[in-house]
């Protein structure tokens, strides 16, 4: 069955970095654009960073912007996410989302906390 599987979050001090990582199976990730999504207590999912099929095109939400980077490897069906230079208000649970035409799959979601 599909299964997108985040790691990777924790605690963390304001400026440090980490990495979240998706792993995915059951569907042919390489034909599927990524996401991350974020969501905050209180606060809708955002939009994070997003990646094509090929990782050739990525975008970001201004929030992020040369922060984060988001990376693909379709021999491992992984995506992931290098959070650097963190602020309180990156914490939140983060979601890796698979998207295609009418069909979409999320993680479980990965907690991370910035706090100090």
């Known amino acids: 069955q599909v299964q997108l599987v985040e790691s990777g979050g924790g605690l963390v001090q304001p400026g440090g970095s980490l990495r979240l990582s998706c792993a995915a199976s059951?569907?042919?990730?390489?034909?599927?654009?990524m996401r991350w999504y974020r969501q905050a207590p209180g606060k809708e999912r955002e939009l994070v960073a997003a990646?094509?099929?090929?990782?050739?095109?990525?975008n970001y939400a201004d929030s992020v912007k040369g922060r984060f980077t988001i990376s693909r490897d379709n021999a491992k069906n992984t995506v992931a996410l290098q959070m650097n230079s963190l602020k309180f208000e990156d914490t939140a649970v983060y979601y890796c989302?698979?998207?295609?035409?009418?069909?979409?799959?999320w993680g479980q979601g990965t907690q991370v906390t910035v706090s100090s």
């Open positions: 989302y698979a998207q295609r035409v009418a069909v979409g799959y």
């Open positions: 059951g569907f042919t990730f390489s034909n599927y654009p």
């Open positions: 990646i094509s099929t090929t990782g050739s095109n990525t």
